[in-house]
């Protein structure tokens, strides 16, 4: 085994980056409209953009680790990103910001294939389980973050005097206009730092399980043959729609009904919809420990289902909180659908992971639909389509018949052999 300790810390590192990058959208599409004048329509395609790239991408990014190995596709999804965040940082316009959130989706996705096995090596397959769940942990402080450094960076922008050195040397390259494009300064930097730090870090060797090989191209053809594999990679599908379809229009859907600045109050919603998906993911630990998986998908997107009217009916303070709760609601969500589609197959494990992970374009699909309803009949009622992909969801934890069920301690107490009878007789 290969364990390293700092390969680890790296991996959380990586992990922190994805985040940063990926859930950053949902405070910024308020400002965006509102600079290059766009429709709702037209925004959706910002996330269309970045999310289409994991359908491009996952199946492929899967070979590419096993042909090139992870430090090299680690360097290059990097340096992809680094070139598309510098392409808007440099050219802020409504196209070239399509074409940058492509790139860095495309190196995203090829980040999120590559560092699992790396993880499980640097760590130890004993320790796996943990460090996902911390990795996990990592990814929505990160998404918490995000909003807040948005939030800080354009108040900071927009004041009289700049405020430290930071926001000095931003206000020289950024367009007193644009504010929020310095976020794309800040991610031009922190990228071309990965690039460095895994271009000179020596990594473990990771050695795949033949149930971990992406496969050929004939063993993924053989995969959508089947029915059961179309129907949970519409499950990850609508699962991801849900969460960018929610998080992506939060702060516009709380400026257009209840005039809230999306700089402050829609930032902070939509942090809290990613702190609130973590707390969340704790709690989903516990409930897998006590309850079928199945029956905890039902009684989560059922909850979602009734926030979601909360936050679409609901009073300005109301809708404030449901969002967030949203987020709470979905933290169950990926981890039990994916878990229940791999056990429901005997094989070709790593070929139906980076299909599933093709199903990610959820999240460049939902919202788009979002955006070209909301023009046509309003926002509100746009995001009722997220009653379906949460009806979806709750559709899965009936239908469901996996060929391993996950372990609770009920089955474990049944597990143990009994002892003597009480009292019996000698």
């Known amino acids: 085994m290969h364990r390293s300790a700092f390969a680890v810390g790296l991996v959380f590192l990586i992990f922190f980056?994805?985040?940063l990058l990926t859930n950053i959208l949902g405070p910024l599409i308020p400002d965006i409209i509102d600079s290059f004048d766009l429709s709702l329509a037209l925004a959706g395609f910002l996330p269309f953009s970045f999310f289409v790239a994991y359908g491009v991408m996952s199946i492929p990014a899967g070979m590419l680790v096993e042909r090139y190995h992870e430090k090299r596709v680690l360097v290059v999804s990097f340096a992809l990103a680094f070139v598309g965040s510098m392409a808007f940082a440099t050219n802020p316009s409504f196209g070239v910001a399509l074409g940058s959130l492509f790139l860095i989706g495309i190196g995203m996705a090829m980040l999120q294939v590559a560092i699992n096995p790396l993880l499980r090596t640097a760590g130890g397959e004993e320790h796996f389980a943990f460090y996902s769940v911390a990795a996990q942990t990592i990814f929505g402080g990160a998404s918490?973050?995000?909003?807040?450094?948005?939030?800080?960076l354009v108040q900071g922008l927009r004041a009289d005097e700049p405020a430290n050195a930071l926001i000095a040397t931003l206000a020289r390259v950024v367009p007193a206009s644009l504010p929020w494009v310095s976020l794309y300064w800040v991610f031009a930097v922190v990228t071309l730092a990965m690039v460095v730090v895994l271009a000179f870090v020596r990594l473990p060797v990771v050695e795949l399980k033949e149930d971990e090989r992406a496969g050929a191209l004939a063993t993924h053809m053989e995969l959508f043959r089947k029915p059961i594999v179309l129907l949970y990679f519409t499950g990850i599908?609508?699962?991801v729609g849900t969460e960018q379809g929610t998080a992506n229009w939060i702060s516009q859907f709380l400026q257009t009904?209840?005039?809230?600045?999306?700089?402050?109050?829609?930032?902070?919603?939509?942090?809290?919809?990613?702190?609130?998906?973590?707390?969340g993911c704790l709690l989903?630990?516990?409930?897998?420990?006590?309850f079928d998986s199945r029956h905890v998908l039902v009684a989560f997107a059922g909850a979602a289902m009734v926030t979601l009217s909360f936050a679409l009916f609901g009073t300005a303070e109301v809708s404030r909180w449901a969002f967030p709760?949203?987020?709470f609601c979905a933290s169950v969500m990926w981890s039990i659908i994916f878990s229940l589609a791999l056990n429901s197959v005997e094989r070709h494990h790593g070929a139906f992971s980076g299909i599933l992970c093709t199903g990610i374009v959820g999240g460049a699909i939902v919202p788009l639909v979002i955006g070209w309803l909301g023009d046509a009949v309003g926002l509100r009622l746009g995001m009722t389509v997220l009653y379906l992909t949460l009806g979806y969801i709750l559709a899965i934890g009936l239908w469901a018949r996996p060929l391993i069920s996950n372990a609770t301690i009920r089955d474990a107490k049944a597990a143990v052999p009994a002892g003597p009878a009480a009292g019996a007789s000698t």
């Open 257 to 279: 009904y209840h005039g809230l600045d999306p700089v402050t109050a829609g930032a902070s919603a939509v942090s809290w919809f990613w702190g609130l998906m973590t707390a």
């Open 325 to 327: 709760l949203m987020g």
């Open 144 to 152: 918490f973050l995000s909003p807040h450094v948005y939030t800080y």
């Open 237 to 239: 599908f609508m699962y």
């Open 17 to 19: 980056v994805i985040s």
């Open 284 to 290: 989903g630990l516990v409930l897998l420990k006590l």
